[in-house]
């Protein structure tokens, strides 16, 4: 009994075998994140992600999420394109800036009435038309870089203009070397009928007359002579071309005088001038022919000579807007000519209502 007297108590080992550095009531304290400070802070990392994020260019798969649905279109080539929209071989080519593109459509439903449509390749100008027409009728626009600026003058006479319409030969060229037919179309044109019916033999380019002086029905399809600026007056907003090197060379010489004769202030050059003097310098080399003027009339034969028009009636196959400057006033006269097709039939054209 002593000895258990004097035994030092034994310890349970279920209980805590030392002190608590605490006292018995204390209480953890909580981390509160939503403070006042916190929550500037947040809301003002949000605010500059929102600003930085749009700027910045994420590498593809950075991301598990795609910040812009139109980013794909930015690497999409001609090449890939020329291939996705091609039908027997032939492409049919337009270059548009976000100007034009009421133009653009009006035009557009104008080759769908012909059931050509489908060849139809937008080479655009700018990001904000390579993402429209691409968002309603994928896969048909491309942009080869850099691009024009959204905001850039395009006045016919214009620098704007002169940079817009320069370009054109390149990618025609890129596209003859793809191996296509190519056909090359300003939008300010509406068509009334089918016009490869009209691209008769196996010639390498295809053009027509700027000139509104009224040629015979059986006029020669050689090109016409030069003028008083000692070249001839085609027009460079209709051409078809064969992937042949006769048609190469001329869009090389065509590259080649617009280099020699670039835009200035005091000589307020375009891209037709330089066309026709490749032409011309070309003739000797190239097949050559002229399309039929009362099927493919220039807009100051067309719009100005109503004689001619009643007497080649249902003979016209392209109509061309020129000879008159300015947006409005060109969709003024089409309007008065039945020709502003938007107005009630844009549901045909593969774009619909912009």
Known sequence: MSSLRHQRPVQNVLSAPYPSRFPQNYQKPTTNFL????????????????????????????LLFNL?????????????????????????????????LPFLNNW??????????EKVLVIAEDYATLYKVNERWPGHAILVPPALEA???????????????????????????????????????????????????????????DMAFVKPLNHSH??????????PYICSCMIYMRPTNGAKLVMKKWIEELQDQPWSKAKKANDQPGFNWALMKTAGQVDLYLLPQAAFPTG????????????TKGMHVIIHNNYIVGFEKKIKRFRDYGLWLVDDHASESPLGTL
Request: aromatic share 12%; with cysteine.
């Open 300 to 311: 100051g034969l067309y719009f100005r000579n109503k004689t001619w028009v009643k007497e």
């Open 68 to 100: 812009n649905p139109n980013s794909k279109w930015r690497d999409y080539t001609l090449s890939d394109a020329a291939a996705r929209v091609v039908k027997n071989n032939t492409l049919i080519v337009c270059v548009v800036s976000e100007a034009y």
């Open 222 to 231: 050689s090109l016409p002579p030069p003028g008083k600026k000692g070249r």
């Open 151 to 209: 905001a850039a003058a395009h006045k016919f006479g214009s620098q704007g203009f002169f940079n817009f319409t320069a370009r054109r030969p390149r990618h025609l060229l890129k596209i003859l070397e793809l191996g296509y037919n190519v056909m090359y179309n300003d939008v300010d044109m509406v068509w009334l009928a089918d016009p490869f019916p009209y691209l008769q033999g196996e010639h390498d380019v295809y053009f027509m007359d």
């Open 108 to 117: 557009l439903i104008s080759v769908a009435r012909q059931k050509q449509h």
């Open 35 to 62: 403070t006042r400070t916190n929550l500037i802070l947040l809301f003002t990392l949000l605010i500059i992600l929102g600003v930085l994020i749009p700027c910045i260019q994420v590498p593809e798969g950075f």
